[in-house]
């Protein structure tokens, strides 16, 4: 049986909102934390109970070993979180590496017998779509370069090397999770999806962005904003919008 101290690992709520009748379940970016979604939480409380996912390796989980492994990760997720998914009509959302975990831990729900409202695929190509990648590969700085580039974390703490220090080993996993990771086309669950994308993201085309509809048996959406691979900062607005309506109506 889960416990309560291993799904508050798992799971942050920063605005409680337990009478709610939904909940929203969001996943970060490789390299992110739970954090990245408190402004999400403060926006949508008044509508979900929202959740934001903290991966082992960072802040205060910083000293558990992340898992290199989409699929052990979602199983760890899955284990955590089961007996509060079941509770009440639930929605994911994830970004990046983040949208594939969510989609993993879609399936290990609907196999289990769960219905999952709605999965908010944002920024990541569909699973089936593969690059050859080697971020996690390569040095410190490499990997220091490519988060720069992809503007995904704080510049401020990727100049401070203590912090650095902390956070590389966990950053080096996730990468090295996604870029390990293959999905078979053709594999799908119920849920609807809808596919967020900026028009600019270097890591996702609108072809491998519009994938997505393949992973689902229900019905499919693309989004697409201005932006690139954390089109979120400047579109906010919107994807909060889209949600809150979402959240709202359940539809």
Same mark, same amino acid.
């Given at each position: 049986?889960?416990?309560?101290?291993?799904?508050?690992?798992?799971?942050?709520?920063?605005?409680?909102?337990?009478?709610s009748?939904?909940?929203?379940?969001?996943? %970060?970016? @490789?390299?992110?934390s739970?954090?990245?979604?408190?402004?999400?939480? @403060?926006?949508?409380s008044?509508?979900?109970?929202?959740?934001a996912?903290?991966?082992? =390796?960072?802040?205060?989980?910083?000293?558990?070993?992340?898992?290199?492994?989409?699929g052990?990760? @979602?199983d760890?997720?899955y =284990?955590?979180? $089961?007996?509060?998914?079941?509770?009440? %009509?639930?929605?994911?959302?994830?970004h990046?590496?983040?949208?594939? *975990?969510?989609?993993?831990?879609?399936?290990?729900?609907?196999?289990? =017998?769960?219905?999952?409202?709605?999965?908010f @695929?944002? =920024?990541?190509?569909?699973?089936? $779509?593969?690059?050859?990648?080697?971020?996690h590969? $390569?040095?410190d700085?490499?990997?220091?370069?490519?988060?720069? *580039?992809?503007?995904?974390?704080?510049?401020?703490?990727?100049?401070?090397?203590?912090?650095?220090?902390?956070?590389? %080993?966990?950053?080096?996993?996730d990468?090295?999770?996604?870029?390990?990771? $293959?999905?078979?086309?053709g594999?799908?669950?119920?849920? %609807?999806?809808?596919?967020l994308?900026?028009?600019?993201?270097?890591?996702?085309?609108?072809?491998?962005?519009e994938d997505?509809r393949?992973?689902?048996?229900?019905?499919?959406?693309?989004?697409?904003?201005?932006?690139?691979?954390?089109?979120?900062?400047?579109?906010?607005p919107?994807?909060?919008?889209?949600?809150?309506?979402?959240?709202?109506t359940?539809?």
């Amino acid at each position: 049986m889960t416990t309560s101290t291993e799904e508050s690992l798992w799971a942050r709520g920063f605005h409680p909102a337990p009478d709610s009748a939904r909940q929203l379940f969001c996943f %970060p970016h @490789a390299g992110g934390s739970a954090s990245f979604y408190f402004p999400v939480s @403060a926006q949508l409380s008044s509508v979900a109970e929202v959740f934001a996912v903290q991966y082992p =390796g960072r802040q205060d989980r910083r000293k558990e070993t992340s898992p290199s492994d989409i699929g052990t990760m @979602a199983d760890q997720v899955y =284990g955590a979180l $089961r007996e509060r998914l079941f509770a009440r %009509p639930t929605t994911f959302f994830g970004h990046s590496m983040g949208a594939t *975990l969510a989609f993993e831990v879609t399936r290990r729900f609907e196999a289990d =017998g769960g219905k999952l409202s709605h999965l908010f @695929a944002s =920024g990541r190509r569909a699973p089936s $779509r593969f690059r050859d990648e080697d971020v996690h590969r $390569r040095s410190d700085d490499g990997i220091v370069a490519e988060l720069k *580039l992809m503007s995904g974390t704080n510049t401020e703490l990727l100049g401070d090397e203590e912090i650095l220090r902390m956070i590389l %080993p966990a950053i080096r996993s996730d990468y090295e999770a996604i870029e390990t990771y $293959r999905c078979e086309p053709g594999t799908a669950v119920r849920a %609807p999806i809808t596919a967020l994308t900026g028009d600019s993201d270097p890591k996702t085309s609108l072809d491998e962005a519009e994938d997505w509809r393949g992973h689902t048996g229900g019905p499919f959406e693309l989004k697409v904003y201005p932006g690139g691979h954390f089109y979120l900062t400047s579109q906010a607005p919107a994807v909060l919008s889209l949600l809150r309506e979402h959240l709202s109506t359940g539809v």
